[in-house]
Structures are given as C-alpha cells and as structure tokens.
C-alpha cells in the first residue's frame, strides 16, 4: 500500500507529489540512489524495482498497489520495475499504453511533468486498462481508483493539503505543512473503520496517514515539486516521518 497526493496547478509549482510509502517493516530497502542518469529514487532489494522515480528533467513515475481480497499468482512482473521503465521512456504515455494487466498483480501508475499528470489504472483481474489525465486540483491515489470509498487516511490527507494550499501556496511554506501532513497520526474512531479483512486494531491502524503496526507500516515519505526547469524540491524521510527528518536529496542529481 502507499498514499499518494498529487497537486496539478494549484501551488508555486504546477506539479507537487506527496507520498507515504507503506510496507512490511520486513522487506529490504534502499534509500534513494541514482537508478539511472538522472533518475533517482528507492530501491526494492527484492525485485530492484522502485515505489517513485524522479527524473532532473521534471519528470516523475510511482504506484500504489490495488487492493485485492485474494493474493496475485507467483511469477508475475514487479510492479516497481514498471515504475523504473516508466520513468525511464522516451515516452511515458506509450510505454503505459502498451502496458499489459496480465503481467503484473494489479496496480495504479501515476507519472507526469510540469505539463500534467495521468493516473492508470491496470487490473489484471478484470483486464482493465483505463489511462487518465488529472485536471486541476489535489487528487489523493491510495489503493483504488482516486476518489473511491474507503480510503480514511486518503480523505485526510486531502484535506490537510487543501488546508495548507488556503494558508500559501509557495513552495518555502506549503512543502513543511505538507510534509507534517504525512506524518499525521490520527485514526478513524473505531465504529467509522471501513470493513476489512484485517483484525479491527489492524484494520483502524490503517486509516492513519503515517501508519504504525507491530509488522506494517509507513517506511518513508517524499515531497516533491517539478516545474518546466526541473526538480524544485526532492525531500525525503528515510522512516516514518513522524519519527524521521526529511532531507533535502536533489544532490543525487548531481
């Protein structure tokens, strides 16, 4: 699971991305690291795919898993190294158009560039592939379709971002109250929890933005802001950022 905000047209930056990124705290890691030239971001030790790759061109690919009650077959492609060819192409637009559900567990790929954002959504299930551009405003991809119910913690978010973007819209102030957005702790009182197949403490821990389990949780968390010159802003908490400072990383790009 991650959460991911994705801000189109509506701060200093006409691209802002705002990701938590959830995972078994088992589950070997890498913080962000040059995975081409110009292409930075974290590493799955397990399949050398990525969560979210930054390019210095402006450019940005990521992926929240789709929630599904039954686990993927074995054998299928890592959904992370999607992200990596995605952020890699000539042409992101083609690449994910050509890209086959029945490859990969299902999945959402959002990627862009100062110019806009698309979001796809792939379900190798159903054989759906549908590819979206985002208008203006705040859009918050959690583990569905963006606006879908049952998603507390993406409804939080996006409301803690509009919060923020009613106080400034500048990048020097609006990228700290976003960052201390992701690490909101709060959760669901317990009789507003979505229906899941999680024990109910479980399934309540997951309606935090920055979430907290004895197995599962938020790893790390990234802001980041593109315009047409580049990257303006690539901050990162390598760990829960409520527990983590978030470090400058656009010295990756040299």
């Known amino acids: 699971m991650c959460t991911i905000a994705i801000l189109v047209d509506v701060a200093e930056a006409p691209l802002v991305i705002a990701a938590n990124r959830d995972e078994l705290y088992a589950r070997p890691t890498r913080a962000p690291e040059l995975l081409a030239p110009g292409i930075a971001g974290g590493v799955d030790e397990l399949s050398g795919g990525t969560w979210l790759a930054i390019s210095a061109r402006g450019r940005f690919a990521a992926v ?26 000539d042409d992101p637009d083609a690449y994910a158009t050509a890209i086959d559900p029945a490859d990969y567990a299902s999945m959402n790929l959002v990627w862009g560039d100062a110019s806009g954002a698309r979001v796809g959504y792939f379900r190798r299930e159903s054989a759906e592939h549908e590819i979206v551009r985002l208008g203006k405003g705040v859009h918050v991809l959690c583990n569905d ?57 479980v399934a309540r821990e997951l309606t ?20 047409r010159s580049g990257v303006r802003v690539y901050d990162h908490a390598d760990g829960p950022p409520d527990q983590t400072p978030f470090v400058d990383r656009r010295g990756l790009f040299g």
């Open 64 to 89: 929240t898993n789709q929630r599904v009650m039954e686990p993927p077959p074995v054998g299928l492609r890592s959904r992370g190294l999607a992200v990596r060819e995605l952020a890699m192409a």
């Open 145 to 201: 379709r963006i606006g879908a119910p049952g998603f507390p913690r993406g409804d939080r978010l996006a409301q803690r971002i509009d919060a923020a973007l009613a106080r400034s819209t500048k990048l020097a102030e609006l990228v700290p109250m976003i960052e201390h957005a992701l690490a909101d702790r709060d959760r669901s009182e317990p009789d507003d929890v979505p229906a899941s197949r999680f024990p109910q403490e």
């Open 208 to 227: 935090a933005i920055c979430i907290h389990t004895p197995s599962y949780g938020t790893r790390s968390a990234t802001v980041v802001a593109l315009d």
